[in-house]
Structure formats: C-alpha cells, structure tokens
C-alpha cells in the first residue's frame, strides 16, 4: 500500500500498526501495490442498455485471462463499474464518485452525451492526471480542446464514419441524403460529418429529422418517416441508439421507404438487427434490407486476424457478465457482437499501456507513455498510434450490411448504385 508521509511516523509501533493501516486507507483510497483498479460509467439499463453490458463483456474477457495468468507485473486489474442510464447528471455523479474512490483511471465510458458533460470534471482535476481511456463514442468534445488532453481514443471519430457513409454513397449517384438523428451533443456529431462531408461535393442535407435520447422501440417515428419521405432522398444516414433506429428503419420500410438506410457503430449493430428480424418474424417481412452499418473494429467473423481468434476463444471461455445490480432482466448477452470485440480491444490496449508502465505505476507517468506509443500491433489489420498531438489510436471505418440475418462485411459498394 502506498502510505501518505504525512502518516508514515505512526508506523513504528507495532500494536499500532492495524489501527494507522485503517487510517492510511481512509485517507489515500484504493492501493495499486496488489491491484489496479479502472473506473467505468456506462448504460448498463434503459434503452441502451445492451451497449454497456457488451463492453463490458469484451473487456472482462481479456481482463480474466490476464488476471488468471500472473496479472501485469503480478497485479490484478479490476474494473469498478457504475450504471448512469445513457444520462448525463448520473455519469456525472459516477466519475466524481470513481475520482474520490482513487481508481487509477476511466475506462470504458459509454455515449457522447454523458462523456461530453463529465469533461469538464477531468479538467479540473487535472493535478490528479486522472484520464479517461477508450470511451465508446465518436464524438468530437473529447477529440479537440479544452478537453482532448485528458481523453484518450482508440476509435476513429462519428466524422469519420459519416464521412465515409457520404463518400459511398455519392460515389454510387446517391446524392440526395437525408439525416435521422438523436437530437443531442451525439446526434449533431454526426450530422455535422455529414454535412461537411457533402459541401465538399457542393452537396447539402435534403432533410432531416430527430428523435428524443430514450426512445424506445414500441415508440412511432411515423412522424420523422413523413418528414424525410417528403424529401426524396436516395439514401438516409441514422446517427442513433438502436432502439430508436430500429423502430424508424421499421416505420420506413413500412410506408415505403426501401433506400439504403446506414446507421454509425454506436447504434449497436446486433441489437438493431435482433430487433428487426424479430419485426420480420412478426409481419413476414424483410426490414434488414438495404441496411449499412459502419464499424470502427474489424468484423469478429475474420479469424485471419489474431485478435479476433483470441477474442473468440477468450469470450467463450469465460462468458463474463457485468455485476448482477447492474443487469436488466430481459437483457441476454450475445455470444460476439462488434461492440463486445470493441471492449476487448480497448482492454487489450490498456494491459499493454499498464504493462509497459512497469511494477509501480504512476498516474503522472501515464500521459507520457501513452503518447510515445508507435505502430502496436494489437493483433488486428491496422497499428495502433499516439502521440502529443494524437490522442487517437486508430482511424480505419469498416462497412457492413446484412445478409440471411447476419453482419457480413461490404465488399462492393456497386449494391447500391443508383
């Protein structure tokens, strides 16, 4: 345990010693000497609730296999995991709750409006050097200053996706696009790559349409469905959660908009198609045709790559499950999913960030570690970099779309020629 100077001279006395140990922990919180401990605020419930629980399942997949074979440097890594609901004021209360209980850093953190909101949090604790690692949005806050010092990413950015969904598209003659998103910090990062990305054709957004955070997707998006049917779109972009995007995908294609409708990788690509096929079964219709996904992970069906052989191996072996008070009732665990091989990739990056941090870390040292990482191998198709200026380790989009129910990866856009 690292004790305090200030309580060190009641050390010596032996008989003493149990009740000055009681004193130190009180006042110095979690020791990193036998463990280390990450903090993570997430949607574990709600509407969104499948995301934080798959993340969690692919990072706690890695982490058991680590912890299982000696640690990093002999210490166990333990994530302390808190449910904010996809809500802000919660996320909010959970980091401040995690930064007194002295966790080594943030892990994990689930959706740009919660993360948006608790940015201001790391910078005024920023004597502390508390960071926030590998967050589960694309958002630009945490990408760009103030707060992009204290954030670090793996993944590429909402613009990146969207952008690539744009060049696509109007690679293939579809130029009229339209924009379906959750009217939040989330939902404009988004629209803004979409927008940017078409001004540079001298293109614009024919319409567009929002929707409330907490949607469900018993809700009618009849209404945004009229709004972008009016437009003639030839494609629609859904910067989304994937109860809400399932339930336009579904009030779309039944009132007759059959274009390609992409959704970004937070929508949760499993968890949207569950949903739409189970639509399907209800009404004998197909709602998962012309649907795109972008990714920022490689499919987890590509065992050429290390990463997701050991993904695989590893998810199946230990079946991790988030905390029981964590849980929903009706919630059941995929067996792979993009966001779990997602959460096990950040885990694995953070074990080699830890292990290359030697026997003693320190949260001082952990800025400038991170920033002289150079082309890692992480056992995917793309190595991992940082830098001062780079607090971003990957930028690779990937496409999938769905085929006899599942994700399979696009590998000709010419589908979707109009």
């Not at 589960?136 to 945490?142: D, I, L, N, S, V």
Request: charged share 20%; net charge neutral.
């Amino acid at each position: 345990m690292r004790l305090n100077q200030k309580y060190i001279a009641c050390i010596p006395a032996v008989s003493s010693l149990l009740f000055c140990f009681l004193i130190v922990f009180a006042f110095t919180g979690v020791s990193f000497a036998e463990e280390i401990t990450v903090g993570m605020s997430a949607a574990f419930k709600g509407a969104t609730g499948g995301l934080g629980s798959e993340l969690y399942r692919g990072s706690m997949a890695y982490i058991e296999h680590v912890n299982r074979n000696g640690g990093i440097h002999g210490k166990k890594l333990r994530i302390i995991a808190y449910d904010d609901g996809y809500n802000p004021v919660p996320a909010i209360k959970n980091t401040i709750r995690l930064i007194d209980e002295d966790i080594f850093l943030l892990f994990d953190y689930v959706g740009t409006p919660t993360v948006t909101r608790m940015l201001p949090i790391l910078k005024s604790n920023a004597q502390k050097h508390i960071y926030l690692f590998f967050p589960f949005t694309g958002a630009q806050p945490h990408r760009q200053q103030p707060y992009g010092e204290f954030v670090f990413n793996l993944r590429a950015s909402y613009q990146q996706e969207t952008g690539g969904l744009v060049d696509n598209f109007v690679r293939e003659g579809r130029k009229r696009i339209a924009v379906f998103y959750q009217v939040d910090a989330y939902g404009r990062s988004g629209w803004d790559g979409v927008q940017k990305t078409l001004a540079r054709y001298g293109l614009r957004i024919v319409g567009e349409t929002t929707y409330r955070r907490g949607t469900t997707y018993s809700d009618s998006m009849q209404q945004q469905v009229e709004i972008l049917k009016a437009t003639d779109p030839d494609a629609i972009i859904s910067i989304g959660a994937y109860a809400a995007c399932a339930a336009f995908i579904r009030d779309a294609r039944n009132s007759g908009l059959n274009m390609p409708i992409a959704n970004v990788s937070f929508v949760g690509t499993e968890f949207l198609i569950n949903l739409l096929l189970e639509e399907g079964r209800k009404s004998g219709k197909d709602y998962t045709v012309n649907l795109i996904n972008s990714q920022v992970v490689p499919s987890y069906e590509d065992t050429s790559l290390n990463a997701v052989r050991e993904y695989r191996m590893l998810m199946d072996k230990y079946n991790t499950s988030p905390p029981l008070h964590l849980l929903e009732e009706e919630y059941r665990p995929l067996r792979y999913s993009f966001v779990s091989f997602e959460g096990f990739l950040n885990a694995k990056l953070l074990v080699e960030i830890l292990s290359i941090m030697g026997k003693n870390p320190e949260r001082a040292d952990i800025r400038a570690t991170v920033e002289a990482i150079r082309n890692l191998d992480i056992g995917i198709d793309s190595l991992v970099s940082f830098g001062p200026e780079k607090h971003q380790g990957l930028d690779k989009v990937y496409y999938t779309t769905v085929k006899n129910g599942q994700s399979v990866p696009i590998r000709d856009w010419s589908e979707w020629k109009k």
